[in-house]
Each structure stands twice: as structure tokens, then as C-alpha cells.
């Protein structure tokens, strides 16, 4: 392999790379967006105890965060998998 085929692949390999880091800065944006509708939505004022509504809201909300992680964890896979 000459000098010009190593720097592109190695292009290539740091574009990819980067296109992934972009992808995980935008999951990790997502998941702090979700944070706080969740806060918002389910947290009235905090207090020392949660009612059984807030726990039932914040349940829900946790698995809703659990199901679309899992989505996105899917969605990943599926995004590597293509590339190869």
C-alpha cells in the first residue's frame, strides 16, 4: 500500500470516526432533553418523600428512557452494521 491509499484510508477511518462521535453527542443531548421533561413533567416540588403519583410518573418515565436507549442501542447496531 503507498503512502496515498494509507492517508485515505486513515481519512476515511477518522471520518467515520468523527460521524460517530457527532452521533453520540446527539444521543447524549437526547438523553439529557429527556432528563428533564421527565423532572419537569413528574417532579412538582420536591419534597423529602415522593407521593404515589410522582413514583408512578417517574416509573413510567424511567421505562420509557429504558425502551428508547434500548431503541437507540438498536439503531446503533444497525448503523455499524451497514458501514461494514
Known amino acids: 500500500m503507498d503512502d496515498h491509499e494509507n492517508v485515505s ?3 476515511k477511518e477518522m471520518e467515520e470516526f468523527m460521524q460517530l462521535e457527532r452521533q453520540k453527542a446527539e444521543v ?3 438523553l439529557h432533553e429527556f432528563n428533564e421533561i ?4 413528574c417532579i412538582g416540588k420536591p ?3 415522593l407521593d404515589q403519583a ?3 410518573c417517574l416509573s413510567n418515565c424511567v421505562d ?3 425502551d428508547t436507549s434500548v431503541l437507540i442501542a438498536k439503531r446503533f447496531v ?3 452494521n451497514g458501514r461494514q
Request: aromatic share 10%.
Open 64 to 66: 420509557r428512557f429504558i
Open 47 to 49: 419534597s423529602s418523600k
Open 38 to 41: 421527565c423532572w419537569e413533567k
Open 9 to 11: 484510508g486513515k481519512d
Open 28 to 30: 447524549t443531548a437526547l
Open 54 to 56: 410522582t413514583q408512578v
Open 78 to 80: 444497525e448503523v455499524i
